[in-house]
Nanobody
């Protein structure tokens, strides 16, 4: 049972990244999925959530209009498309499976010129 994130990296302000989180070992399509992030010296914070069918989403105010969460249940994968990135978006990004309460290992996103 695990979640594996990928897609992080170094990007300039205003750039884009797409994070992926691939699940295994549980019924992915039955779980709402969340993205969180944790910046150095700060607590982990909620970023986005998507329901199990991919029909409903919700976002933290600080990413609304810039980030989009989606999923492909055939691929057991949830995505986070991040556009117009800002230096304050620098953090380790984690996905979280609500139905069984597990976290991925995280992927580092660094926004810097």
């Amino acid at each position: 049972v695990q979640l594996v994130e990928s897609g992080g990296g170094l990007v300039q302000p205003g750039g884009s990244l797409r994070l992926s989180c691939t699940a295994s070992g549980f019924s992915f399509s039955t779980s709402n999925m969340r993205w969180y992030r944790q910046a150095p010296g700060k607590e982990r914070e909620f970023v986005a959530v998507i329901d199990k069918a991919g029909a409903r989403t919700n976002y933290a105010d600080f990413v609304k209009g810039r980030f989009t969460v989606s999923r492909d249940n055939d691929k057991n994968t949830v995505y986070l498309q991040m556009n117009n990135l800002k230096p304050e978006d620098t953090a380790v990004y984690y996905c979280y499976a609500i139905i069984i309460g597990i976290w991925g290992q995280g992927t580092q996103v660094t926004v810097s010129s």
